[in-house]
């Protein structure tokens, strides 16, 4: 099967970075393994290792592997003469040491390769998610018997133990922002922050503003019609919409939030069809203005914020003992886990000396394929 207009610029496009979206069986793969060929067939004088092609999955790397090493093979019977039958051949011969590997393994390479530079034994065992796991909970079983008489035994007068363990499981990994000093109104300024710039956009929005002063032309209906109650509802906070108050307004749009039934009424309790569709319309959009409102800003940090504040430090103290006890449990096996691997390479890549190694040098391009299925675009 051809590749399409859109694929081929995928595969051609070689002068700039290039993100690919599209849904699952769409040839992602396919085109990954062209664009890997491509390169190759442009650039005589690059060696397989060349080129870094990274996975999310071992299953991911074989296929991909496998795709490349069959292209290969193909690229090898067509090859019109003695010199580039002599290349392609040197290419398949290379594929078992070929870069074609998940971020973790790519990741474990570098770190060999650089390990006085990244300060570890070159040695080092990976542990896999299960190992990783199985001996993180062994960690966590030793630091929480013997917390007894430790301050951070308090946590457990709160908090279910269930939720505790999962919180340190969460971070035991990667870095921990430093605690505040006065964490609560931390949080208070960043709602606050955060609420201010939604609202000023809200206010400086036109067809928001139209339906919130929108006004039936024919008087307000009465009875039993099915959209009075939500309208009823939206005039007790209209004019706290307008205000330029972030917790009148906020408060506001968090109750519009919850508005029901703001498809029903009856044309002649409002005067008419195209009445009856603007009320709709307008507290249609008030709703979904305060959807956005709770799903991107939320409530303001209220009593039950302020309380678990008062716990930080002690969660800060346990977690350091659990990231402490994780780090020398590993040390003792001479192992990294997925996380080290990830920290341990941005970290080494830091180095000035190190990157240059690699950029342009050593890894020509690099190319990722998630297989994930975003199902947010085809080609086009």
Known sequence: MQPTKAQHRAIDTHDRNLIVMAGAGSGKTRVLVERYIKLLTDHPDWSLNALVAITFTQKAAQEMRERVRQTLQKALQDAPDEEKQIRWAGRIAAMDSARIDTIHALCASILRANAAEANIDPGFTVLDETEAAILLDDVIDDVLRGLRDHESAALFSEYEAKAIRDALKTFAYGEIVPLNDHPFEAWQQQWRTNAEHFLRALRDDPEFLDSVRWQPSHPYPLGDDKLAPAWRTFLLHRDDLLAEDVDRQGTALARLAELKNVHLGKADGWGGKS???????????????????????????????????TFLPLWLSLIEQVREAYRLAKADRGALDFDDLENGTRRLLQNPDVAARYRGTEFKQVLVDEFQDTNRAQWE
Do not use: M, N, T, Y
């Open 275 to 309: 009445e009856v569709e603007a009320a709709r319309a307008a507290l249609k959009l008030s709703r979904q203005c305060g959807e956005e409102f709770v799903k991107q800003v939320g409530s303001p940090p209220d009593a039950l914020d302020e309380r678990a504040a």
